[in-house]
């Protein structure tokens, strides 16, 4: 991975970050609602709560990267 990136890359980066933050809204405010529902008990049931959640953002980040992509099929050859 580049430490810098160009300024199209940074654009592009960007772009993604939106889309990805806009895909993922509401596994966003499903991890805040588990934290604020939780109390004290961060651990346990909500860790692996909140993990799954997370396991599903990174999904759609690739799902949101892929279709970004000019070569990426829309479905099968």
Same mark, same amino acid.
């Given at each position: 991975?580049? $430490?810098?990136?160009?300024?199209?890359?940074?654009?592009?980066?960007?772009?993604?970050?939106?889309?990805?933050?806009?895909? $993922?809204?509401?596994?966003? &405010?499903?991890? $805040?609602?588990?934290?604020?529902?939780?109390?004290?008990? &961060?651990?346990?049931?909500?860790?692996?709560?909140?993990?799954?959640?997370? &396991?599903?953002?990174? $999904?759609?980040?690739?799902?949101?990267?892929?279709?970004?992509?000019?070569?990426?099929?829309?479905?099968?050859?």
């Amino acid at each position: 991975m580049q $430490a810098t990136l160009t300024p199209t890359q940074e654009a592009e980066a960007r772009q993604l970050a939106e889309a990805i933050a806009e895909a $993922a809204t509401e596994e966003f &405010l499903q991890i $805040a609602r588990t934290l604020v529902g939780s109390g004290d008990n &961060l651990f346990g049931k909500t860790e692996f709560t909140i993990r799954d959640v997370l &396991l599903r953002v990174g $999904a759609k980040v690739y799902q949101q990267h892929l279709a970004q992509k000019k070569t990426a099929m829309k479905g099968p050859a």
